[in-house]
Protein backbone atom coordinates (compact mmCIF):
# COMPACT_ATOMS: atom_id res chain seq x y z
CA UNK A 1 0.00 0.00 0.00
CA UNK A 2 1.01 3.28 -0.43
CA UNK A 3 -0.07 7.03 -0.46
CA UNK A 4 -0.77 9.40 -3.48
CA UNK A 5 1.61 11.97 -4.30
CA UNK A 6 1.76 15.43 -5.64
CA UNK A 7 3.92 14.41 -8.34
CA UNK A 8 2.11 11.62 -9.36
CA UNK A 9 -0.77 13.69 -9.78
CA UNK A 10 1.01 15.96 -11.72
CA UNK A 11 2.37 13.93 -14.31
CA UNK A 12 -0.21 11.81 -14.56
CA UNK A 13 -2.63 14.89 -15.35
CA UNK A 14 0.14 16.28 -17.25
CA UNK A 15 -0.70 19.79 -15.22
CA UNK A 16 1.68 22.36 -13.36
CA UNK A 17 0.05 22.82 -10.14
CA UNK A 18 -2.89 20.67 -7.97
CA UNK A 19 -5.52 23.63 -8.37
CA UNK A 20 -5.21 22.86 -12.49
CA UNK A 21 -6.34 19.30 -11.83
CA UNK A 22 -10.18 18.55 -12.82
CA UNK A 23 -10.17 14.67 -13.78
CA UNK A 24 -8.05 11.96 -12.10
CA UNK A 25 -8.21 8.67 -12.74
CA UNK A 26 -5.87 6.36 -9.83
CA UNK A 27 -7.94 2.86 -10.67
CA UNK A 28 -6.30 -0.29 -9.20
CA UNK A 29 -2.74 1.71 -7.57
CA UNK A 30 -2.87 -0.41 -3.95
CA UNK A 31 -3.66 3.35 -2.68
CA UNK A 32 -4.57 4.05 0.79
CA UNK A 33 -3.23 7.96 2.05
CA UNK A 34 -4.83 9.96 -0.24
CA UNK A 35 -4.47 13.18 1.93
CA UNK A 36 -3.14 14.89 -0.96
CA UNK A 37 -6.56 15.47 -2.34
CA UNK A 38 -6.87 18.28 0.48
CA UNK A 39 -4.73 20.43 -2.23
CA UNK A 40 -7.33 20.14 -4.93
CA UNK A 41 -10.26 22.37 -4.24
CA UNK A 42 -10.82 22.52 -8.49
CA UNK A 43 -10.81 18.61 -8.94
CA UNK A 44 -14.49 17.27 -10.17
CA UNK A 45 -13.96 14.01 -11.44
CA UNK A 46 -11.83 11.40 -9.36
CA UNK A 47 -11.49 7.61 -10.26
CA UNK A 48 -9.96 5.38 -7.38
CA UNK A 49 -11.58 1.96 -7.40
CA UNK A 50 -9.77 -1.00 -6.96
CA UNK A 51 -7.50 0.61 -4.02
CA UNK A 52 -7.07 0.08 -0.57
CA UNK A 53 -9.06 3.67 0.96
CA UNK A 54 -10.73 3.12 4.33
CA UNK A 55 -12.28 6.58 4.74
CA UNK A 56 -14.06 9.30 2.85
CA UNK A 57 -12.50 12.50 5.14
CA UNK A 58 -10.14 13.79 2.66
CA UNK A 59 -12.55 14.37 -0.01
CA UNK A 60 -14.38 16.59 1.72
CA UNK A 61 -12.03 19.05 1.06
CA UNK A 62 -12.81 18.83 -2.87
CA UNK A 63 -15.90 21.37 -2.93
CA UNK A 64 -16.14 20.90 -6.43
CA UNK A 65 -16.03 17.15 -6.67
CA UNK A 66 -19.23 15.93 -9.00
CA UNK A 67 -18.60 12.35 -9.30
CA UNK A 68 -16.53 10.17 -7.31
CA UNK A 69 -15.86 5.96 -7.94
CA UNK A 70 -14.52 4.11 -5.11
CA UNK A 71 -15.70 1.25 -6.32
CA UNK A 72 -13.86 -2.07 -4.78
CA UNK A 73 -12.14 -0.46 -1.55
CA UNK A 74 -11.91 -0.91 2.29
CA UNK A 75 -14.69 1.46 3.67
CA UNK A 76 -16.66 -0.42 6.00
CA UNK A 77 -18.00 2.30 8.27
CA UNK A 78 -21.69 3.65 6.62
CA UNK A 79 -21.01 6.78 8.82
CA UNK A 80 -18.18 7.62 6.56
CA UNK A 81 -21.18 8.76 4.09
CA UNK A 82 -21.54 11.87 6.74
CA UNK A 83 -18.24 13.36 5.57
CA UNK A 84 -19.57 13.84 1.56
CA UNK A 85 -23.03 15.88 3.45
CA UNK A 86 -21.13 19.46 2.92
CA UNK A 87 -20.19 18.59 -0.90
CA UNK A 88 -23.06 20.74 -2.87
CA UNK A 89 -21.51 19.70 -6.58
CA UNK A 90 -21.31 15.42 -5.97
CA UNK A 91 -24.09 13.77 -8.45
CA UNK A 92 -22.43 10.29 -8.63
CA UNK A 93 -21.15 8.28 -6.18
CA UNK A 94 -20.03 4.47 -6.64
CA UNK A 95 -19.60 2.62 -3.41
CA UNK A 96 -20.48 -0.53 -4.48
CA UNK A 97 -17.98 -3.89 -3.37
CA UNK A 98 -17.25 -1.72 -0.47
CA UNK A 99 -17.89 -3.49 3.45
CA UNK A 100 -19.99 -0.21 4.28
CA UNK A 101 -22.54 -1.33 0.99
CA UNK A 102 -23.26 -4.50 2.44
CA UNK A 103 -24.85 -3.00 5.44
CA UNK A 104 -28.72 -3.22 6.13
CA UNK A 105 -31.40 -0.11 4.30
CA UNK A 106 -27.38 0.93 2.65
CA UNK A 107 -29.06 2.62 -0.54
CA UNK A 108 -31.94 4.12 1.13
CA UNK A 109 -29.00 5.77 4.06
CA UNK A 110 -27.03 7.10 1.15
CA UNK A 111 -29.71 8.76 -0.57
CA UNK A 112 -31.16 10.19 2.98
CA UNK A 113 -27.84 11.86 3.61
CA UNK A 114 -26.87 12.96 -0.22
CA UNK A 115 -30.58 13.81 -1.51
CA UNK A 116 -28.46 15.26 -4.49
CA UNK A 117 -27.22 12.06 -5.96
CA UNK A 118 -28.59 11.51 -9.66
CA UNK A 119 -26.68 7.94 -9.89
CA UNK A 120 -25.51 5.81 -6.83
CA UNK A 121 -23.64 2.70 -7.95
CA UNK A 122 -24.79 1.68 -11.33
CA UNK A 123 -28.13 2.64 -11.13
CA UNK A 124 -29.91 6.31 -11.53
CA UNK A 125 -31.96 7.48 -8.35
CA UNK A 126 -35.42 8.34 -9.15
CA UNK A 127 -36.89 11.10 -7.47
CA UNK A 128 -39.40 8.80 -5.33
CA UNK A 129 -36.42 7.03 -3.93
CA UNK A 130 -35.05 10.04 -2.57
CA UNK A 131 -38.86 10.48 -1.16
CA UNK A 132 -38.90 7.10 0.47
CA UNK A 133 -35.49 7.11 2.09
CA UNK A 134 -36.51 10.06 3.99
CA UNK A 135 -38.82 7.69 5.97
CA UNK A 136 -36.30 4.65 5.80
CA UNK A 137 -32.73 5.67 5.38
CA UNK A 138 -31.19 6.66 8.68
CA UNK A 139 -29.66 9.91 9.49
CA UNK A 140 -25.62 10.56 9.72
CA UNK A 141 -24.07 13.32 11.54
CA UNK A 142 -22.23 15.65 10.07
CA UNK A 143 -18.68 15.04 11.36
CA UNK A 144 -17.39 18.62 12.43
CA UNK A 145 -14.27 18.72 11.41
CA UNK A 146 -14.65 19.01 7.60
CA UNK A 147 -15.46 22.33 5.85
CA UNK A 148 -18.45 23.48 4.67
CA UNK A 149 -18.92 24.70 1.26
CA UNK A 150 -20.91 26.91 0.23
CA UNK A 151 -22.77 26.00 -3.25
CA UNK A 152 -21.99 28.53 -5.59
CA UNK A 153 -24.43 27.24 -8.40
CA UNK A 154 -27.30 27.11 -5.92
CA UNK A 155 -27.00 30.74 -4.92
CA UNK A 156 -26.31 31.76 -8.69
CA UNK A 157 -29.40 30.29 -9.63
CA UNK A 158 -31.37 31.75 -6.68
CA UNK A 159 -30.12 35.27 -7.81
CA UNK A 160 -31.10 34.74 -11.68
CA UNK A 161 -34.33 33.24 -10.61
CA UNK A 162 -34.62 36.82 -8.23
CA UNK A 163 -33.63 38.90 -11.19
CA UNK A 164 -36.19 36.99 -13.64
CA UNK A 165 -39.13 37.85 -11.25
CA UNK A 166 -38.18 41.11 -10.83
CA UNK A 167 -38.00 41.75 -14.31
CA UNK A 168 -41.14 39.82 -14.67
CA UNK A 169 -42.40 42.87 -12.22
CA UNK A 170 -40.65 45.64 -14.31
CA UNK A 171 -42.32 44.57 -17.31
CA UNK A 172 -45.55 44.49 -15.79
CA UNK A 173 -44.56 48.42 -14.86
CA UNK A 174 -42.64 49.43 -17.83
CA UNK A 175 -42.24 46.79 -20.38
CA UNK A 176 -40.41 49.05 -23.14
CA UNK A 177 -37.50 50.30 -20.21
CA UNK A 178 -36.30 46.55 -19.65
CA UNK A 179 -36.68 45.50 -23.37
CA UNK A 180 -34.51 48.57 -24.00
CA UNK A 181 -32.01 47.71 -21.81
CA UNK A 182 -31.69 44.28 -22.40
CA UNK A 183 -31.01 45.32 -26.01
CA UNK A 184 -28.38 48.08 -25.63
CA UNK A 185 -26.23 47.10 -22.81
CA UNK A 186 -24.08 49.93 -21.06
CA UNK A 187 -20.82 50.17 -22.18
CA UNK A 188 -17.80 48.74 -20.06
CA UNK A 189 -15.24 51.18 -18.71
CA UNK A 190 -12.57 49.93 -20.87
CA UNK A 191 -15.23 50.23 -24.62
CA UNK A 192 -15.45 54.10 -23.04
CA UNK A 193 -11.95 54.91 -22.62
CA UNK A 194 -10.80 53.31 -25.40
CA UNK A 195 -13.52 55.02 -27.91
CA UNK A 196 -12.61 58.63 -26.05
CA UNK A 197 -8.59 58.22 -26.52
CA UNK A 198 -9.49 57.53 -30.27
CA UNK A 199 -11.36 60.68 -30.49
CA UNK A 200 -8.34 62.63 -28.20
CA UNK A 201 -5.47 61.44 -30.61
CA UNK A 202 -7.28 63.16 -33.51
CA UNK A 203 -7.70 66.01 -31.56
CA UNK A 204 -4.18 65.79 -30.32
CA UNK A 205 -4.82 65.07 -26.75
CA UNK A 206 -3.24 63.23 -24.28
CA UNK A 207 -4.69 59.54 -23.77
CA UNK A 208 -6.99 58.84 -20.41
CA UNK A 209 -5.38 56.12 -18.70
CA UNK A 210 -7.71 53.65 -16.11
CA UNK A 211 -5.88 54.22 -13.46
CA UNK A 212 -6.20 57.99 -13.61
CA UNK A 213 -8.76 59.31 -11.09
CA UNK A 214 -10.79 61.89 -12.78
CA UNK A 215 -12.01 64.86 -10.86
CA UNK A 216 -15.36 63.76 -8.90
CA UNK A 217 -17.48 66.60 -10.40
CA UNK A 218 -16.54 65.93 -13.66
CA UNK A 219 -16.71 62.09 -13.73
CA UNK A 220 -20.52 62.26 -12.05
CA UNK A 221 -20.96 64.90 -14.74
CA UNK A 222 -19.87 62.44 -17.37
CA UNK A 223 -21.67 59.42 -16.10
CA UNK A 224 -24.83 61.72 -15.70
CA UNK A 225 -24.68 62.43 -19.71
CA UNK A 226 -23.74 58.73 -20.51
CA UNK A 227 -26.73 57.38 -18.97
CA UNK A 228 -28.97 60.27 -20.31
CA UNK A 229 -27.67 59.18 -23.52
CA UNK A 230 -28.26 55.77 -23.19
CA UNK A 231 -32.09 56.89 -22.08
CA UNK A 232 -32.70 58.99 -25.43
CA UNK A 233 -30.63 56.77 -27.94
CA UNK A 234 -30.93 53.46 -29.72
CA UNK A 235 -27.96 53.05 -32.18
CA UNK A 236 -25.49 50.48 -32.80
CA UNK A 237 -23.19 49.00 -29.77
CA UNK A 238 -19.88 50.77 -31.62
CA UNK A 239 -22.04 53.98 -32.01
CA UNK A 240 -23.30 54.36 -29.00
CA UNK A 241 -19.45 53.74 -27.49
CA UNK A 242 -18.40 56.39 -29.56
CA UNK A 243 -21.38 59.43 -28.77
CA UNK A 244 -20.55 58.54 -25.02
CA UNK A 245 -17.40 59.26 -25.66
CA UNK A 246 -18.05 62.34 -27.12
CA UNK A 247 -19.94 63.26 -24.56
CA UNK A 248 -17.22 62.58 -22.06
CA UNK A 249 -15.06 64.70 -24.11
CA UNK A 250 -16.97 67.33 -24.37
CA UNK A 251 -16.19 68.65 -20.73
CA UNK A 252 -12.74 69.57 -21.42
CA UNK A 253 -13.71 72.19 -24.70
CA UNK A 254 -13.41 75.73 -24.24
CA UNK A 255 -15.97 77.71 -25.91
CA UNK A 256 -13.88 78.41 -29.20
CA UNK A 257 -14.03 74.55 -29.70
CA UNK A 258 -17.98 74.06 -28.33
CA UNK A 259 -18.89 76.51 -31.49
CA UNK A 260 -16.58 74.64 -33.81
CA UNK A 261 -17.85 72.00 -33.17
CA UNK A 262 -21.53 72.76 -33.57
CA UNK A 263 -20.62 74.15 -36.74
CA UNK A 264 -19.08 70.75 -37.96
CA UNK A 265 -22.58 69.06 -36.29
CA UNK A 266 -25.06 71.71 -37.79
CA UNK A 267 -23.25 70.92 -41.52
CA UNK A 268 -23.00 67.16 -40.56
CA UNK A 269 -26.81 66.96 -39.66
CA UNK A 270 -27.56 69.06 -42.89
CA UNK A 271 -25.46 66.60 -45.42
CA UNK A 272 -27.08 63.87 -43.50
CA UNK A 273 -30.65 65.68 -44.16
CA UNK A 274 -29.90 65.91 -48.13
CA UNK A 275 -28.70 62.36 -48.84
CA UNK A 276 -32.02 61.10 -46.60
CA UNK A 277 -34.14 63.47 -48.93
CA UNK A 278 -32.23 61.83 -52.15
CA UNK A 279 -32.33 58.33 -50.78
CA UNK A 280 -36.41 59.10 -50.54
CA UNK A 281 -36.89 60.23 -53.72
CA UNK A 282 -35.14 57.62 -55.45
CA UNK A 283 -37.37 54.84 -53.92
CA UNK A 284 -40.45 57.14 -54.26
CA UNK A 285 -43.22 54.97 -56.36
CA UNK A 286 -43.51 55.82 -59.71
CA UNK A 287 -47.02 57.37 -59.43
CA UNK A 288 -45.31 59.81 -56.76
CA UNK A 289 -42.42 60.66 -59.24
CA UNK A 290 -44.94 60.99 -62.45
CA UNK A 291 -46.58 63.57 -59.65
CA UNK A 292 -43.57 65.48 -58.61
CA UNK A 293 -42.42 65.66 -62.55
CA UNK A 294 -46.23 66.95 -63.21
Request: with cysteine.
Amino acid sequence: MSALSEQQILSRARASSLENVKNLNFWGSDLNDISVLRQMPNVEVLSLSVNSITSLKDFAHCPRLRELYLRKNSIRDINEIGCLKNLPRLRVLWLSDNPCANVEKYRMTVLKNLPKLTKLDTVVVEEAEVIEATKQGIEIPTPEDIPVHLDLTATVGIHKNTLKTDGAVCKDVNPQSSAAEDENPEPTQNELVNETNKLRAQLGLKPLLLEDKPDTTKAITATNIHKKAAETVSPSSRNQNILSAVLTLVQELDRTSLLSLRKEIDQQLQDYDETENESLEENAPLEHKEVLAD
